[in-house]
């Protein structure tokens, strides 16, 4: 029987190493020398932050995070990025993207280390992951 503190769902233990509550990875692709992750994130109780009302989905934009090192690859994260349409006419607010206090942590953390420890170039092209914005 495993340990209780050992985590074995997978999502989990990718918001674990990725070090961003609620991530969950929604792909990776490997090369030689890179990992490039497509994540999502738990969106929650979403409100306008016009007029306070519900909103709906209206899609998804990429947002690429600070690129890190990990097991000798560069690691590349790129967070599909919830946009939200408020459906009040009277509302002054049109679209407008998810915040996240938990990415704009992990960006500020991996800028720090890789002020420190710079990365070497990457030779892989970045992943195109504009298959997945409206999915």
């Not at 990429?62 to 690129?67: F, G, K, T, V």
Request: proline share 9%; glycine share 6%.
């Amino acid at each position: 029987m495993p340990d209780e503190r050992w985590e074995t769902d997978p999502q989990k233990m990718a918001a674990l190493m990725l070090g961003i509550p609620g991530a969950s990875v929604r792909e990776l692709r490997a090369t030689t020398d890179t990992n490039d992750l497509l994540i999502d994130t738990e969106s929650g109780s979403v409100f306008c932050p016009g007029c306070g009302g519900p909103v709906e989905r209206a899609g998804y934009e990429l947002q690429e995070l600070e690129p890190s090192s990990a097991g000798g690859k560069v690691t590349r994260v790129t967070w599909r990025r919830p946009r939200w349409r408020c459906p009040s006419s009277s509302c002054a607010t049109e679209t407008f993207s998810e915040q996240s206090a938990a990415i704009d942590a992990f960006n500020e953390q991996v800028s720090d280390a890789n002020r420190r420890f710079p990365l070497r170039p990457a030779q892989s092209p970045p992943s195109d992951w504009r298959d997945h914005l409206e999915q």
